[in-house]
C-alpha cells in the first residue's frame, strides 16, 4: 500500500514528464471519464441511495447526467479553451505577438463533500483534467459507499500515474495538507476551509473554496404563491434539504405568508404523498450526528411548526417542515440549516428583509420570488451574494456557462465549464518581439531627456495604434 | 481602537452607503487620481528622488507613465468592463436572462512595495476604484519619502474615507492584516506573501499575490547578440536591479560568454557613463540593509565588470559576474540588485534543465533568432510570463494579465484583469413565474417517464450557435429556391 508521499512522488514524476499536456491525452481521459460514469450508472445510484437513501430520479439529474453533461461540453470546448488568446497591441509593440497561453498548474488536490459525493467531486476534476493537470481526489468519507465506489472504479478508467483517489478522515486529510500543491479545490465548511488556507499558505498554493452559507429566499410584490410554492419546496427538499444553494430561510409579509404556507401544504402532498416517509423520492439525512444537530434546531425554535415536524430517529428521516414566526435571533437563524427545515421570518416591508440579510455573510446564492421585475432588480441590486436566481432554486447551477462559486464567507474562485478550466489553468502572458525596431527601442534608453520621454508616451498609449 | 481598525471600519462604513457603485463616481475618483499624477508630478519625482536616487525623467518613464495610462484605460472603458456579461443558455433557459455580473467586493487592502512605489501601489488602486471597491493604502515604509508624500498628498484628490492611506512599519502592518478585507493585494517578497496569505486565512479572505523569483535570461548562440545585450543590460540596471521583472541572471553557451560580456560593458558605458555614479539616470540601493545583502552575494564569484561601492551613498556600480554556478551565492536568493551572473550551458536542454530545477519565476527571458527553440522554452518551463527578445516591456501591455505562478504569486492585474480581479463575478437567472408545465417534469413523484424528458429537457446543451447558423442557411437556401424559381426562369 503506497504512502501519501509516493503516491504525490509518482504524479509529480509524470506531470514533469509532460504526459498530461497533448490535447488527445486529455480528451482520452475525460472520454474514459464519461464511460466510468456510463458504464456503472447502477452502481452509482445504488451507492448513494445507501450514503443518502437519495432516490433515482435526483442521483440521475443531479450526480450522474449533470457529470455527463459536464464532459460533453468539456470534449466539445476543449480544443477552442486550449487556443492561445491573441490580445490588442499599443504601437510599440504592434509588430510583436502578444497572447495569452493557458497552461496547467501541476499537481492539484480536489477535495469532497458528503452531499453530492460525485458530481462536487467529479465535477472539478474535469476542470482540472481538461487544463492538463494530474490529480488527486480526495472523497468525502462520510458518503462511505460512493467513497468505495469511487476508489474502486477510477483507477480502472483513468491512468493510474497521473490520478490517484486519496481516501481518509480529518487525520488523513491534514496530512495530505502538508504536501505541496500546485491548486487545492476545497468544498465543505468554513471551518475547514480556514485549516485548507492555512496549509496552503505555507506553500504559496492558490485555493478555490466553495462553501455555503444561509441562501436567503425573499418573497415581495405580486407573486403566484402555488407556482411560488412548486419551485421552492423543489428547491428546498431535494436532497433533503442538504444542498449549498438550498434556500435556507423565507422573508415575506404576513399576507404572503398566509397564502404560501397551504400552497406549501399542498405541494408537498402533491409530491411526496400524505404518509412523506414512506415516499420513495425523499432523501434522509446523511448521518445521526446531523440527524440530532437538525433535531436540536428544531427543539430550540421560538418558531411555530405549521407542516410536518415528524421525525424518526433510526431511519435519520425528518419530514419537510415550515417553521413561521420565526425571529432573526432564533435557533434556525443562528447556522446554515441544511436539512429539510424551511424557516419563514414575516418582515412586512422588502427594505427591511434586504436590510436583515446584509446584516449576515454573504451566502452562496440568493433567491427572489415575484412577479414584479423591479423586486427582482431591487434585490439584485442591493445584495451580495455567489449567485442569484429568481423565481426558482438551485437550477441556476445546472448552467456550464454561468460561473459557480461563493464570495465573502461563501468562498471564492469559481468552476463549471469553462471557468473549470480557468480555474486550473495559469495564464501565462507571452510577448515575442522581432529584432527590428531597435531605434524604437532606444527611446527608452539612457540618458534619459524630455523628448525621447514624450515619443514614448505616443507610440506606449493604446489610443496609437488607432492610427495605423 | 487602533488607528488602522478606525481606516478599515470609516472605509466601510463609507462602501456601506453604496457611493461607489455608479460608474460616474467611480470615473470621478479616477480622474482625480489622475490630476494627483499629473499635478504632483514633482513631488512625486522628488519622494523617488530621495528614496531610490532615480532621476526625474526615469521616475516618469518608469512610475507615473504606467499609472496615467491605466487611469485612462480604465476611465475608457469602464462602462464596458461594469456591464452584464451574458452567456449562453440550455433549451430550458431560453426565455431566461442569463448573465455574469460584476460586483464590488468591499473593502480592499493594498499593500505597496518599495521598489516602484508609486507603479505598484496606485496601479492596483486603479482596478479596485474600477471595481467599485473601499481601498486601504498601505505603502511600504521602507521607501519612507514616498509613503510619507502618499499619506499626506493622497487625500486632497481622493475620497479620505474610501481610500485612506495607512502608514507605517511591521506592527502596523501585522495590526492591518488581522481586520477583515474583502481582498488583500500583496507586492512583495515570496516570504511576507506566505504570512499575507496566512492571516487572510482567519477571514477567509482572497489574496492576490505579486511576488518575485530569480527571472532567468538565456541567449542563444543563434541570434543579435548586440541587441540582445543593450535590452538586457537596459533591463537588468533599471532601478539599479530592484525590478521584479530583471533579468536576474544569464544563461549562455560558453561560446559566446566573453562577447556577451564585452557587449554588456560597452552598454553599461553608452547608457550610464564611465563613472555611473556621477550619472544623473543610475540609481541608488534603497538603503544599507540591502546594500550590504547585495554586496554579500558576490562573494565566491568573480567581478568582470564594476564591482566597485560606496556604503554612504548605498552605491554599486553595473556589475557582471562570471566563474557563477548554481550554488553560487548570488544564486541562492532574488538579486534585486546591479549584479548580473554569466552562467554558461551547453544548450537550450541545460538551460532549461537549469529553470525547472528551481522555483517558478515571474518572468523567463530568452533571446534567440529560432522560433522553434523559443516555442520549446515556451513548452518546457512555467513562469509567470514568457518574452522573446526583450526585458521587461510585457509590462505595459496592459491586455496581458501580470502576475506570477507557484512561488512568484498568484492573480493577476492590468488593464481589464485589475477590474476582474477585485470584482466578484455574480451568476445571475432571471426567470418568470411561467412556464410551470415545462418544470414539473422534474417534480416528484417521479417516474420513469418523466426522468426521460427531464433528462433530456434539463441538462442537455444546445449549440444555439450552431442553431442559429442551420436556420439561417435554411431561411437562405428557401429564399435562393424562391428567387430561382420566379426570376431565373
Known amino acids: 500500500m503506497e504512502s501519501q508521499s509516493q503516491v504525490l512522488e509518482g504524479l509529480r514524476t509524470a506531470f514533469e514528464s509532460g504526459v498530461t499536456i497533448p490535447e488527445k491525452f486529455r480528451r482520452t481521459q475525460l472520454t474514459n471519464l464519461m464511460s466510468m460514469i456510463k458504464d456503472n450508472e447502477e452502481q452509482i445510484v445504488n451507492a448513494l441511495h445507501k450514503d443518502l437513501t437519495k432516490p433515482k430520479f435526483e442521483a440521475i439529474l443531479s450526480e450522474v447526467d449533470i457529470v455527463m453533461n459536464e464532459l460533453h461540453y468539456a470534449l466539445s470546448n476543449l480544443t477552442s479553451w486550449m487556443q492561445p488568446e491573441y490580445v490588442s497591441k499599443n504601437l510599440a509593440t504592434k509588430l510583436d505577438d502578444c497572447f495569452v497561453r493557458r497552461e496547467p498548474l501541476g499537481v492539484v488536490l480536489i477535495i469532497g463533500p458528503w452531499n453530492y459525493p460525485m458530481q462536487l467531486l467529479i465535477l472539478p476534476m474535469i476542470g482540472a483534467i481538461a487544463a492538463g493537470n494530474c490529480v488527486v481526489i480526495k472523497p468525502s468519507e462520510v458518503s462511505a459507499a460512493t467513497d468505495n465506489l469511487i476508489t474502486e472504479l477510477m483507477p480502472k478508467y483513468l491512468s493510474k500515474d497521473c490520478y490517484a483517489v486519496v481516501r481518509g478522515g480529518p487525520k488523513e486529510t491534514q496530512a495530505l495538507l502538508k504536501n505541496r500543491f500546485d491548486h487545492i479545490f476545497y468544498t465543505g465548511s468554513q471551518a475547514v476551509a480556514r485549516v485548507v488556507l492555512q496549509a496552503a499558505a505555507v506553500h504559496l498554493t492558490p485555493v478555490t473554496l466553495e462553501l455555503g452559507g444561509k441562501c436567503p429566499c425573499l418573497i415581495y410584490g405580486r407573486v403566484n404563491a402555488t407556482a411560488a410554492a412548486h419551485r421552492l419546496v423543489w428547491a428546498k427538499f431535494f436532497n433533503a434539504g442538504q444542498s449549498c444553494v438550498a434556500p435556507d430561510y423565507v422573508l415575506c409579509s404576513k399576507a404572503t405568508r398566509d397564502a404560501l404556507v397551504p400552497a406549501l401544504r399542498q405541494v408537498l402532498e402533491d409530491f411526496y404523498g400524505s404518509d412523506i416517509q414512506k415516499s420513495p423520492d425523499m432523501s434522509r439525512i446523511v448521518t445521526a450526528k446531523h440527524w440530532t444537530r437538525l433535531m436540536g434546531l428544531l427543539n430550540r425554535t421560538k418558531g411555530k411548526v405549521v407542516v410536518g415536524g415528524e421525525h424518526d430517529e433510526k431511519d435519520r428521516y425528518i419530514a419537510p417542515t415550515v417553521v413561521v414566526d420565526v425571529a432573526e435571533d432564533d435557533a434556525l437563524m443562528e447556522e446554515e440549516i441544511f436539512g429539510p427545515i424551511l424557516p419563514i421570518l414575516t418582515i412586512e416591508s422588502l427594505e427591511e428583509s434586504i436590510k436583515l440579510t446584509k446584516r449576515k455573510e454573504k451566502p452562496l446564492a440568493f433567491y427572489v420570488f415575484s412577479d414584479e421585475s423591479s423586486v427582482v432588480k431591487k434585490v439584485l441590486e442591493n445584495s451580495s451574494s455567489g449567485g442569484f436566481c429568481s423565481n426558482d432554486g438551485i437550477v441556476h447551477m445546472a448552467l456550464p456557462g454561468l460561473p459557480f462559486g461563493g464570495v465573502g464567507n461563501s468562498g471564492f474562485g469559481h468552476y463549471h465549464g469553462h471557468w473549470g478550466f480557468e480555474a486550473f489553468s495559469h495564464r501565462r502572458a507571452v510577448m515575442l518581439r522581432g529584432w527590428a525596431l531597435e531605434k524604437l527601442n532606444a527611446l527608452r534608453y539612457p540618458p534619459y531627456s524630455d523628448e525621447k520621454l514624450s515619443w514614448l508616451r505616443w507610440t506606449t498609449s493604446p489610443k496609437s495604434c488607432s492610427i495605423m | ?489
Open chain 2, 1 to 489: 481602537m487602533s488607528r488602522q481598525q478606525l481606516a478599515v471600519q470609516r472605509a466601510r462604513k463609507s462602501f456601506q452607503t453604496g457611493k461607489t457603485k455608479p460608474l460616474e463616481s467611480r470615473i470621478h475618483q479616477l480622474r482625480n487620481l489622475l490630476r494627483f499624477v499629473t499635478e504632483r508630478r514633482k513631488d512625486i519625482a522628488e519622494a523617488v528622488k530621495k528614496d531610490l536616487s532615480k532621476s526625474e525623467h526615469g521616475t516618469e518613464l518608469f512610475e507615473t507613465l504606467g499609472v496615467e495610462g491605466e487611469i485612462k484605460l480604465a476611465i475608457e472603458k469602464l462602462a464596458e468592463w461594469a456591464a452584464p456579461r451574458p452567456v449562453e443558455k440550455s433549451l430550458l433557459t431560453i426565455s431566461d436572462e442569463v448573465f455574469v455580473h460584476p460586483e464590488p467586493l468591499g473593502v480592499v487592502l493594498i499593500i505597496g512595495a518599495w521598489n516602484y512605489p508609486w507603479a505598484v501601489t496606485l496601479q492596483p488602486l486603479v482596478g479596485a476604484i474600477a471595481a467599485g471597491n473601499a481601498a486601504v493604502i498601505k505603502p511600504s515604509e521602507v521607501c519612507c519619502h514616498s509613503a510619507k508624500v502618499m499619506e499626506e498628498l493622497l487625500p486632497q484628490y481622493l475620497d479620505k474615507d474610501l481610500y485612506p492611506v495607512v502608514t507605517g512599519g511591521v506592527p502596523e502592518t501585522q495590526e492591518l492584516l488581522r481586520q477583515r478585507f474583502d481582498h488583500i493585494f500583496y507586492t512583495g517578497s515570496s516570504a511576507v506573501g506566505k504570512l499575507v496569505m496566512e492571516a487572510a486565512a482567519r477571514n477567509l479572505t482572497p489574496v492576490t499575490l505579486e511576488l518575485g523569483g530569480k527571472s532567468p535570461c538565456y541567449i542563444d548562440k543563434n541570434c543579435d547578440i548586440t541587441v540582445a545585450c543593450r535590452r538586457i543590460t537596459w533591463g537588468k540596471f533599471v532601478n539599479c536591479g530592484q525590478t521584479c521583472i530583471a533579468p536576474d541572471y544569464v544563461l549562455c553557451d560558453p561560446s559566446i560568454q566573453n562577447r556577451v560580456q564585452e557587449e554588456i560593458k560597452n552598454c553599461i558605458k553608452e547608457f550610464y557613463t564611465d563613472d555611473p555614479k556621477t550619472f544623473e539616470d543610475y540609481g541608488r540601493i534603497i538603503n544599507k540593509r540591502h546594500f550590504k545583502r547585495i554586496m554579500a552575494l558576490m562573494e565566491g564569484s568573480t567581478v568582470v565588470v564594476g564591482g566597485d561601492s560606496d556604503e554612504s551613498q548605498c552605491y554599486i556600480a553595473p556589475t557582471v559576474l562570471k566563474n557563477v554556478t548554481g550554488e553560487s551565492k548570488v544564486m541562492k536568493e532574488e538579486i534585486f540588485g546591479p549584479l548580473l551572473p554569466i552562467i554558461t550551458v551547453s544548450g537550450v536542454d541545460e538551460a532549461i534543465q537549469f529553470i525547472n530545477e528551481r522555483e517558478k519565476p515571474l518572468v523567463i527571458y530568452v533571446f534567440s533568432n529560432d522560433n522553434k527553440l523559443i516555442k520549446r522554452v515556451i513548452a518546457e518551463t512555467s513562469s509567470g510570463a514568457l518574452l522573446a527578445n526583450d526585458c521587461l516591456v510585457h509590462f505595459t501591455v496592459s491586455s496581458l494579465p501580470f502576475g506570477g505562478v507557484g512561488n512568484s504569486g498568484m492573480g493577476c492585474y492590468h488593464g481589464r484583469y485589475g477590474f476582474d480581479q477585485l470584482s466578484h463575478m455574480r451568476s445571475c437567472l432571471i426567470k418568470q413565474l411561467k412556464m410551470e408545465g415545462v418544470n414539473s417534469m422534474r417534480y416528484p413523484p417521479h417516474t420513469a417517464k418523466k426522468l426521460g424528458w427531464a433528462r433530456f429537457f434539463l441538462l442537455k446543451q444546445i449549440n444555439l450557435g450552431r442553431l442559429r447558423r442551420m436556420m439561417l442557411l435554411a431561411m437562405f437556401v428557401g429564399v435562393a429556391s424562391f428567387v430561382v424559381q420566379r426570376f431565373l426562369r
